[in-house]
């Protein structure tokens, strides 16, 4: 049984278009986090939710919006996709209170905008 | 400002000799430090962690060393293994802020040689 899990795994689309990707944890974490890894493959955090609370919000253009409509989802919509967004994104979890603040990741979704 | 710095993009080592992955940090207040492992088409997973209070975490065929003087730490394996050819990404966390936001290096790949 997958623990995090991300659809699609992959994804293709037109520059312009609005597209989102979803993820679900089934590990019972409170915090849930949004990854980009660029083309130099640097991983780098987006979002971070708290029990559905936005926490942390790097300096991410405002055409990407999560949500979480409960704490085991957190979904990603990104509106009027750029070249530049090309990269895969993962999805992550990890216990709150945990001592390592071990994250435990999705598969990741390969964005590719054409 | 790369807080996490993993300067050697790659490392190969023939099986059964150590492997010797290095990261280094620049911000003095991270207080965590964690190990990750790559597969391809993967997500990271877990490896090891070390808090900033010890210098040598050991969990079977991998250590990790803390340096908190010089700000580095160490992954060793010992012996390598071909199945531990994958990319290792070096992690650090100051729990007390940023709600615990991990901070990643940009990964070395390690090919393990039979």
């Known amino acids: 049984d997958t623990a995090v899990s991300q659809t699609p795994k992959y994804l293709v689309t037109q520059m312009g278009n609005d597209k989102s990707i979803k993820c679900e944890q089934n590990?019972?974490?409170?915090?849930m986090y949004w990854y980009k890894q660029d083309s130099k493959k640097f991983l780098k955090i987006m979002f971070s939710y708290n029990n559905k609370e936005l926490i942390i919000n790097e300096t991410v253009p405002n055409r990407f919006s999560p949500k979480s409509p409960d704490k085991a989802h957190l979904n990603l919509h990104i509106n009027s996709l750029e070249l530049g967004d090309s990269a895969v994104y993962f999805c992550?979890?990890?216990?709150?209170?945990?001592?390592?603040?071990?994250?435990?990741f999705g598969p990741g979704t390969r964005l590719t905008v054409l | 400002d790369q807080q996490v710095k993993q300067n050697s993009p790659s490392l190969s080592v023939q099986e059964g000799r150590i492997s010797i992955l290095n990261c280094d940090y620049t911000?003095?207040?991270?207080?965590?430090f964690l190990w990750y492992k790559k597969y391809p088409a993967e997500g990271p997973t877990f490896l090891i962690s070390i808090s900033s209070i010890k210098d040598k975490n050991e969990d079977g065929r991998f250590t990790v060393f803390l340096n908190k003087s010089a700000k580095h730490l160490s992954l060793h394996i010992v012996p390598s293994q071909p199945g531990d050819s994958a990319v290792y990404f070096c992690a650090a966390s100051d729990r007390n802020a940023n709600a615990g936001k991990s901070t990643f290096g940009d990964g070395t790949t390690l090919t393990v040689k039979p």
């Open positions: 992550a979890s990890s216990r709150q209170g945990s001592v390592s603040n071990e994250q435990f």
């Open positions: 911000n003095s207040m991270f207080d965590y």
């Open positions: 590990l019972g974490h409170d915090t």
